[in-house]
């Protein structure tokens, strides 16, 4: 399938240059076939995969493990959750918890949390190896696919009221391994 149409890619402009000497409206036509063709599957791309052309999703209440964004986060978390690993970054302090990752700002607002594990859900109740079917039940089809090198491929919902992202990581593309939720 790929070589006909790398085949189909190249013949026919050469066809347009050929016919080119003889109808030059034509020529020029059928020169033009394949950036034609080139701008449509990269425009078609660049909507599939970008967040600004998604329908926004509602997810104001959506919380992690009782964690929200854009509140701050509290001593009595540190105690609940127990040992930590801080670190430092340019925008405020991640804190690396056994079952949990969560990120503050430099006024200790929570702007992400994370989760690789099963016991963790959401206020939705969605949690680590629950199906994409049950996530799509959930949160409805307004979503737009990702994928990063080592990660697999995620689905993502856009909150754009409140600038909120949830990205939905996956194994297989059917099973849900890590839940990402994050100011954007």
Excluded: C
């Excluded at 999703?57 to 540190?78: N, Q, V, W, Y």
């Excluded at 801080?86 to 056994?98: L, N, T, V, W």
Aim: net charge negative.
């Amino acid at each position: 399938m790929m070589l006909i149409l790398l085949a189909f890619m190249i013949l026919i402009p050469v066809s347009g240059f050929i016919v080119y000497k003889h109808a030059k409206f034509l020529g020029m036509t059928l020169m033009a076939i394949p950036l034609f063709l080139l701008f449509i599957f990269a425009g078609w791309w660049f909507y599939s995969i970008n967040h600004h052309f998604v329908s926004s999703t509602s997810l104001s209440e959506e919380a992690i493990a009782g964690f929200r964004l854009g509140e701050p986060l509290m001593e009595e978390d540190f105690e609940r959750l127990g040992s930590y690993v801080k670190r430092e970054q340019p925008a405020g302090i991640a804190y690396s918890f056994d079952s949990l990752y969560v990120s503050v700002d430099a006024e200790n607002l929570i702007s992400s949390i994370s989760s690789s594990r099963t016991q963790l859900e959401t206020t939705s109740g969605l949690m680590i190896g629950d199906t994409i079917e049950k996530a799509k039940s959930l949160y409805g089809d307004r979503y737009y696919t990702y994928r990063e090198m080592g990660l697999g491929r995620a689905i993502v919902y856009v909150d754009r009221e409140n600038n909120y992202q949830l990205t939905l990581w996956t194994i297989n593309e059917k099973t849900i391994s890590m839940i990402w939720f994050s100011v954007y």
